[in-house]
């Protein structure tokens, strides 16, 4: 399948567009502040392009469901080939979804191919691909990654992201097994007796985690979340009674909150996924298997609620708001300036276009949203939340529609048609403000 469309001014439809982008944004190093690759497989080459392509991307085990492949060639024991071919059967298919694009870029950019595999082609790309396998290490300079902050768990070893040779990889925490108290969870942590061994032990890994340079941590907020403010006495009775219910993850999550301004970390909200849908399929793949759906609306009370406590506090850390659910990308985006910090820097943030709004009309609807609602200058634009290192050839595709978007608007009249300016404002928003804000 030739992929002649992916020309140089790809996605840049006028010549402001290919100015704003040549000239001020396509060299640009990436920051990548939330992403879930492996940093134990980063110096290594992948055992074939399957392995590589298509064993670790949920996006497109969705899709080769979807297209009516069997699970046993999409999450479960057929080889990597057979993987790779049902990959290559439904990728076709895949026409006018994001995971073309994204495809596309992956083999032209990654392996230099003007063309992705199709059943006609999986024998050549594969034979082709196979004999140029680079290591993850070597396809994050391929896409001039500068840092990347991967997402651990409270008891993953974060000694290792030191170890990665010539990018700058930090953890960052994936606090969800904290609010989750599962007992073999909590065994491992060897904090099962009361709350305060509890918050004590996580404490002390939080100051692992600080020490191996993390300044991000993250969680989900899922469709039916609600936040209760609740008291220590109610948590610490909610704890020994291994009641791990709305009131005592709410006061984790708050605890966590000024643990996190403590430090000066980051606190990103992923909020509205609907994970328990198929049953089936998550025993069959597990827990980030791609069968997630949109959640209903966001609680945006009780989200105001929380962040009022901690600012009340003096505790409030910076925050990222991921949403999934575009009818509240309005009201999310407000927040920006309902919680202002008294030294004039920007407390929350508006995220990117994230998970299945991650295409063309979705990140141009959120570059919309934050121009109508917030400070687009000031966003800290783009993150792969990839299990891929392929993907970080989405920092190009979002880099492409941000200068096209800017610069229709100047073709329009509605922006000044002065590349410097909205150059400029690219640069910033594609690499400048996520470097400088999230290290505070």
Not at 319 to 326: A, E, R
Not at 328 to 355: H, I, M, R, V, Y
Request: with cysteine; hydrophobic share 40%.
């Amino acid at each position: 399948m030739k992929t002649t469309f992916l020309t140089e001014d790809f996605l840049l439809e006028s010549p402001l567009a290919r100015e704003v982008y040549h000239g001020h944004v396509e060299g640009l190093p990436v920051v990548d502040y939330h992403n879930h690759l492996d940093v134990r497989t980063l110096g290594q080459a992948a055992a074939d392009i399957g392995v590589l392509w298509v064993a670790s991307d949920p996006y497109k085990h969705r899709a080769m469901r979807m297209a009516g492949e069997p699970e046993r060639v999409v999450t479960g024991g057929a080889s990597s080939r057979e993987k790779f071919d049902a990959w290559a059967r439904t990728l076709p298919k895949t026409l006018g979804n994001p995971l073309f694009h994204w495809s596309c870029l992956e083999m032209k950019q990654v392996f230099g191919l003007d063309e992705v595999p199709d059943p006609a082609s999986a024998d050549r790309i594969w034979e082709a691909c196979n004999a140029a396998l680079p290591t993850g290490v070597a396809v994050l300079e391929r896409f001039r990654v500068k840092q990347l902050s991967t997402s651990d768990d409270l008891l993953d070893d974060v000694s290792l992201h030191a170890r990665v040779p010539r990018v700058r990889v930090t953890p960052s925490l994936r606090g969800d097994s904290i609010l989750s108290l599962r007992k073999p969870w909590l065994e491992r942590l060897g904090a099962v007796s009361d709350l305060e061994a509890f918050l004590e032990a996580v404490r002390s890994r939080l100051d692992v985690f600080a020490a191996a340079g993390c300044r991000i941590a993250d969680h989900a907020l899922d469709d039916g979340w609600t936040y209760v403010p609740t008291s220590f006495d109610e948590a610490a009775r909610l704890y020994a009674a291994g009641e791990a219910d709305a009131r005592l993850r709410s006061f984790l999550l708050h605890w966590l909150g000024t643990e996190y301004a403590r430090r000066g970390w980051v606190l990103l909200l992923h909020i509205g996924a609907l994970r328990s849908t198929s049953s089936r399929l998550r025993t069959l793949s597990g827990p980030a298997g791609g069968y997630a759906a949109l959640g209903s609306g966001c609680d945006i009370r009780s989200l105001c609620t929380l962040l009022d406590t901690l600012e009340a506090s003096g505790r409030l850390p910076r925050c990222i708001l991921f949403n999934l659910n575009p009818s509240d990308n309005a009201a999310l985006a407000t927040l920006t300036g309902s919680f202002a910090a008294e030294d004039g820097a920007p407390k929350l943030q508006f995220g990117p276009a994230w998970w299945y709004n991650d295409h063309l009309a979705g990140i141009e609807a959120n570059l919309e949203t934050l121009s109508a609602y917030s400070l687009l200058p000031l966003s800290v634009g783009m993150t792969t939340d990839s299990r891929s290192v392929l993907s970080f050839s989405r920092h190009d595709y979002f880099r492409r529609i941000l200068c096209n978007f800017l610069a229709s608007k100047a073709v329009r009249g509605q922006l000044p048609a002065d590349a410097d300016l909205l150059g400029r404002v690219a640069a910033d928003i594609a690499c400048h403000n996520a470097e400088h804000w999230i290290d505070g």
